[in-house]
């Protein structure tokens, strides 16, 4: 016997599916975020007591991505084979504690190590999160259930811009410094998380308890019939997708990408500072919020956008060439209040740039695979977040100033723009990987149990 779905029966059960799943995944990344990045307001005392240079706080910055970088399809591969929960959970409670580790470092070498070992922990943890997506959302959600799981990233820069620096301004038990109390505070709820992920967790459609049979067989039918109608998809095994032009490409792309923006989000702190050498930490940690306020906005906008044409390409090249042109113009701002309008724009429009470029792979490649290709292109891109915060402490060291590195990353941004529009992806706009056309009603789904 056939069920029929109606559009709003339909709409319902998506919108449960999104209240169960993405406001606890958003509140791990808020966490994962805080605790990788963390460090960049660390530096505005750390550096002084351990006696780091703007160049080895850059390399201690970006050593994170490399552990990142070699253990990232190994643990994408283990998240396919024990399952999201298990493993997502292994991750939350390993970096957790390696994060709140970080808090008793008393050398340069050991920050280096622990930054190391930081990055080996977190390895597949957002290419993990998402292709899990891909599991629960249909092409034409996905950008947007993406885009609203990536809001973490802008909102832990706002949450934790002020927290960090009022544990910075204010915490000192037991003769610890304010950094060290801000690793341990900011560390322990990552080990906390870890432990419920494992109950919080359903990892597909039919095993979820919290829908209605019929929910689960429509939605189960829905993402399967997806894949089924997409014909330029491939299936292909770990070593070809490695190999695949397109999967490299992206991996590119997402390289000069990660390089400008996590250049800014690890010196932003610092970047404020230099405006007025009279703020204080706490001061510098809410200005710095604001840029990521702005930033969440746009991102969520620009992926609705996305959804709602069904376009990917262009909608996350054009996000990169108004980065680009802001993050240049922001190198040459005397005004403090217009450098961080220009930053604002800037990290607008590279948050812009995630949801529709994360959606690009399963226009060509089967879930299976993308699954696996998320993980090369977010490993191989990751090691950007080595290159841009070392290249802006090594220009600070060298010339007195950052608005060297600024103007350098934005030119990579321009890069990342122009490769973006040089990619070729199957499916356009009518193809079953396109948009639908404006103005076409949505069909009943029906499926057969």
Request: a positive charge; aromatic letters at 12%.
């Amino acid at each position: 016997m056939a069920i029929t779905v109606d559009p709003s029966e339909a709409s319902a059960t998506m919108r449960t599916v999104s209240r169960r799943i993405l406001p606890f995944l958003f509140v791990l990344y808020v966490v994962n975020y805080i605790d990788r990045a963390n460090i960049g307001f660390a530096a505005l005392q750390m550096n002084k007591e351990l006696g780091l240079s703007s160049q080895a706080f850059g390399l201690a910055a970006g050593l994170f991505f490399w552990g990142y970088f070699l253990f990232e399809v190994p643990s994408n591969l283990a998240l396919a084979r024990f399952g999201a929960r298990r493993w997502i959970a292994r991750i939350l409670v390993s970096w957790g504690i390696l994060a709140t580790v970080m808090a008793f470092v008393h050398s340069p070498v050991q920050l280096y190590v622990l930054r190391f070992l930081l990055g080996v922990a977190e390895a597949g943890f957002f290419p993990g999160i998402v292709v899990y997506l891909t599991y629960w959302f249909r092409k034409k959600e996905v950008a947007t259930a993406t885009a609203l799981f990536l809001t973490a990233i802008p909102a832990s820069y706002v949450f934790a811009a002020p927290l960090s620096a009022l544990i910075m301004d204010h915490v000192h038990w037991f003769g610890l410094s304010g950094w060290r109390w801000m690793f341990i505070l900011e560390g322990i709820p990552a080990v906390v998380l870890g432990v419920a992920c494992y109950f919080v967790l359903t990892e597909k459609p039919a095993d979820a308890k919290w829908l209605t049979e019929r929910q689960r067989q429509w939605l189960t039918a829905e993402l399967e019939q997806e894949q089924q109608a997409n014909p330029h998809a491939k299936k292909l095994g770990t070593l070809k997708v490695m190999s695949d032009p397109k999967v490299l490409l992206l991996a590119v792309v997402y390289f000069v990408y990660q390089a400008g923006s996590l250049g800014v989000g690890y010196w932003l702190p610092q970047i404020v500072k230099g405006f007025s050498a009279g703020l204080s930490n706490t001061e510098v940690g809410f200005i710095s919020a604001i840029p990521y306020v702005v930033a969440a906005v746009g991102m969520v906008c620009w992926s609705r956008r996305s959804d709602r044409t069904g376009e990917r390409k262009l909608h996350a090249a054009i996000p990169l060439a108004l980065a680009a042109v802001t993050l240049i113009a922001a190198g040459f701002a005397h005004s403090a209040v217009l450098g961080m309008a220009l930053i604002a724009v800037s990290l607008t429009g590279m948050y812009s740039f995630k949801s529709p470029f994360w959606a690009l792979p399963t226009q060509f490649l089967t879930r299976s695979t993308a699954a696996v290709a998320v993980a090369v292109v977010n490993s191989i891109g990751n090691l950007g977040g080595f290159f841009g915060p070392y290249t802006i402490g090594w220009v600070k060291d060298s010339t007195g100033s950052a608005t060297g590195g600024l103007v350098f990353l934005g030119g990579l941004t321009a890069l990342a723009f122009v490769l973006t529009v040089a990619i070729r992806i199957n499916g356009g706009p009518g193809s079953p990987t396109g948009r639908r056309r404006t103005g076409e009603k949505q069909r009943p789904s029906s499926v057969t149990p």
